[in-house]
């Protein structure tokens, strides 16, 4: 059985921004995009390589239909699973790709 046979969840292949904005009790920004996302984690590009295991908060901003002004943002705390060594877009070498859970959530509009 593969890794994506043994997936809890479906991911979605899904390019969004995302912003870091806390990894354990230090706040920090850094920006990227999400690579996939499921209802329990996300796969993401960041700038910064952030250690496995700790506790992260950050956003990832839907993109507003035409007819809407404002994008909606989700709010989201995880913690980071994993470092994922495989280059998954061109020119990749100023970005790590970096898996977090996804346990809570919250609609924000700006």
Known sequence: MNVA???RSKRFEL???FELVREGARSTQGSGE?????????LFTSPMELEVGSPIEYYITLQPRSEEKDPVRLHCV???VRRHEEAFQENS????NMAA????YEFVRQ
């Open 5 to 7: 046979d043994q997936r």
């Open 15 to 17: 390019r969004l921004p």
């Open 34 to 42: 999400t690579m996939n996302l499921s209802s329990v984690g996300v």
């Open 78 to 80: 995880g913690k980071i």
């Open 93 to 96: 070498s100023d970005v790590i």
């Open 101 to 104: 859970t996804l346990e809570r």
